[in-house]
């Protein structure tokens, strides 16, 4: 017997809202419809598949880098006319250092923005998708990091979505060892202080080279990629961590290919280098364990002992519980989850599927208020848009206060209702609804029937009756839009 409820729930919290037709198809076993989309692998989206390689993302920054360097001995008359007229110096070469960073790198940016997005919005496959946003929040690497702002597109097609329905311990690999987490969280200017680099002058004096020990890397890994706060580690293993981690760098673009015109062709990911002039000698205690000196198998070994600690187990249950049952999971939810975690060494699939089969994730709906983000899909899927012009999606979300690809920090962005409820951001979701509503509006458009498509029944029947009563198309589809069971998953 189909199961609508179950559908409608499966479409909206492990998914991104359905498109029209999808429920019934889903109707027929709405668990085993997400269970069978974490295959071992899956190949790329196209729109992402049509990104550059990751390699090109790194010689992007490299390239507008040099040209800044370049430029800097050419700006004698400008900084005396800034004198002339009272303009100061520093607010002349910020603006004019902001300006031209924005504009090199906003066409590469809104491609990537626009292709997650329509990645999600045309997929057959969302609740993969879901899981891939999930991931790529959890190993946050955002653009706001100026040297990092091409990255994180590559970073969660190289380091995320291979592995979503693998091993843990591999995505915390890969996470770690990719340029763009290297760059973001600076280990590839953290540098031992016994290290032979440490004696290099050369080395140690030139600008963006190893500078000393840097503990960034090492306290988000322990805090929020696997152990997290309360998890049993203390200052000591942030400061062994980050010595294991030193000469864990990157392959920097040579000056030839900066000023040449050559995209790069090798995904980012195949840039990680170990620099053992940079890596602090002997063995190191983490968490009460020691690692004998063995070049990036050091630090390897450490990761893979951090992704089977209990507490890793806890700390990413409680994460998905979140994400997928309620800001505050229920904690027989969450203990279920840590020990298919635990007992699986850390498979995302079956961790997966001991999330769907948690009683608590079916049972109550619309617990979770919707990030800007998978608000705006959820719409888009329910609309059946199939494209979206250059930019657009990028501009609705962060009107709604949520940048794509730029977490405001290395925790990424909430889980929880309360970071997105304010009045002014609830009031930018219904601007959004109005202005999409106007724009997708068409006389033969049943909004009434979108909204059946979308939530089935659990669409209610105070929404219903208000979108069938709207004096248009538009108000039909902005009071669906808004409605509190549409904003909800």
Known sequence: MPDMVGAAIAANRFGFGARPGELRAISRDPRNWVKAQFAAA????????????????????????AARRMRNGGGDAMMRRAEREG???????????????????????????????????LSETPARERAVHFWSNHFTVSALKPAAVALPPSFEREAIRPHVAGSFAAMLRASTQHP??????????????????????????????PTGLNENLAREILELHTLGVGGGYAQADVQALAAILTGWTLERPPLAMIVGDQPGRRPASALFRFLSAAHEPGAHALLGRSYAQAGAAQ??????????????????????????????????????????????????????????ECEETWA???????????????????????????????????????????APGPDGWSDRAEAWLSADLVWKRVEFAQTFAARLARADIDPAAIGEAALGPLLSDETRRAVVRAESPAQGLAILFAAPEFQRR
Not at 304 to 324: E, G, M, Q, S, V
Not at 380 to 400: D, F, H, I, Q, T
Request: hydrophobic share 50%; net charge neutral.
């Open 364 to 406: 109550e709906p619309f617990q979770k208020f919707k990030r800007p983000e998978e608000y705006a899909i959820s719409a888009l899927r329910a609309a059946n848009v199939r494209e979206l012009p250059a930019g657009a999606g990028a501009l609705a979300v962060g009107a709604m206060g949520q940048r794509i690809y730029a």
């Open 42 to 65: 899956a190949p790329l989206p196209a729109p992402v598949a049509a990104l550059p390689p990751g390699e090109d993302d790194v010689l992007a920054f490299g390239r507008w880098l």
């Open 180 to 209: 763009g987490m290297l760059v973001y969280l600076d280990n590839w200017l953290s540098i031992g202080p016994n290290a032979p680099a440490a004696r290099m002058p050369r080395l140690r004096n030139r600008p963006n080279r």
């Open 87 to 121: 303009v100061d110096d520093e607010d002349l070469r910020a603006l004019s250092v902001e300006d031209d960073f924005i504009r090199t790198f906003r066409a590469r940016g809104v491609a990537a923005i626009d292709a997650r997005l329509m990645a999600a919005v």
């Open 299 to 356: 630090g390897e070994r450490a990761l893979d002992d951090l992704a089977a600690h209990p507490a890793t187990a806890r700390f990413i249950a409680t994460k998905l519980a979140r994400h997928y049952i309620a800001d505050d999971p229920p904690p027989a939810a969450t203990a279920r989850i840590a020990q298919a975690f635990a007992r699986s060494n850390g498979d995302l699939r079956t961790t997966m599927e001991a999330v769907v």
